[in-house]
């Protein structure tokens, strides 16, 4: 993670306004003062920005857990336009001037892997930060998904529970399976020691649920990103021999259950292709509430 002085250096070394409504601008790197004013603005809109909410009161602005910097853009008057997380994924919430802004500050930084966000805005960040000729290497189109009224438990599952460090060695080849699907690389030959230390900190958090009989993995779901307003859960798994049995819809209804007693609603993504799964989604009380674009980058030497 870059250092305080060369985030702001960095900041100031690429943004050339790309229009006259970005020239007005100015971007810097967040603190810890920042906080309070940050998940204010991100408030506005608290589905749309989770992700970067969530990493906000999971570790801080500033934090090597977030795998990257966040960054504010305000207008002259001090005021923000927009907040972006620059790094591993690029997440950005922003005005389109400032949107342009983050794009062309984007194209500096030497650990971008992925950028994720509403379909149009992606499109549009798109437009600005390929213009210096970058390609995507993959692109999938998603769906999000929300609920904000639990179903009735069908029948609960008694063996659904929080994920203990000794399960570790059985979803993370099952959480590894879901990344190459979806990104065509596999984690466990790119970073393994990363990526077993994240998840693990993700069971550590409270955030696993698993159900598992004998030494199997029958369901599995995670809570990516936590905050009042709203819960993002992903790795939502079922045991494909155990498909069709209504096991993944009995541990869905009881963990949504459970988590909208603290929680406005909760959310997720489904590729746009997987049919199967909207469908699931919808029978489990899910709605349609956005579009969703994440592309991939060629992983830069």
């Known amino acids: 993670m870059l250092s305080a002085a060369d985030r702001q250096e960095f900041a100031a070394m690429a943004f050339e306004p790309l229009s006259e409504s970005a020239s007005l601008l100015t971007i810097h790197a967040l603190s810890a003062e920042h906080q309070a004013e940050v998940l204010a603005f991100l408030g506005e809109r608290p589905v749309h920005t989770v992700f970067m909410a969530g990493f906000i009161r999971d570790n801080g602005l500033v934090s090597d857990f977030n795998r990257g910097t966040f960054y504010g853009c305000r207008d002259r008057n001090g005021r923000l336009e927009g907040v972006a997380l620059m790094g591993h994924a690029t997440l950005v919430e922003a005005s389109e001037g400032a949107l342009a802004a983050f794009a062309q500050l984007a194209q500096y930084c030497p650990s971008t892997y992925m950028i994720l966000g509403e379909r149009e805005k992606v499109e549009r960040f798109w437009s600005y930060y390929a213009r210096s ?34 399960d570790l060695e059985i979803v993370l080849p099952v959480y590894a399976q879901m990344v190459i699907a979806e990104s065509g690389v596999d984690p466990l030959e790119a ?8 998840w693990l900190r993700r069971i550590e958090q409270g955030r696993v649920w698993v159900w598992i009989e004998d030494g199997r993995l029958i369901f599995n779901a995670d809570i990516m990103c936590d905050t009042p307003d709203c819960v993002y859960l992903e790795g939502i798994y079922v045991d494909p021999d155990e498909r069709g049995k209504d096991y993944g819809l009995r541990c869905l209804s009881q963990l949504s259950r459970n988590l909208l007693q603290r929680a406005k609603s909760i959310c997720l993504l489904v590729n746009e292709q997987n049919k199967q799964a909207q469908a699931f989604y919808h029978k489990a009380g899910f709605t349609l509430c956005g579009y969703y674009d994440t592309i991939f980058l060629h992983l830069k030497n």
């Not at 999938?140 to 609960?156: S, T």
């Not at 970073?191 to 077993?196: H, K, R, S, W, Y």
Request: proline content about 10%; hydrophobic content about 30%; overall charge neutral.
């Open 133 to 166: 000729g970058q390609t995507p290497r993959r692109a999938c189109r998603e769906l999000l998904f929300e609920q904000r009224q639990p179903l009735e438990v069908p029948e609960p599952v008694g063996g659904l529970r929080l994920a203990t460090s000794d």
């Open 191 to 198: 970073d393994a020691a990363g990526f077993q230390q994240r």
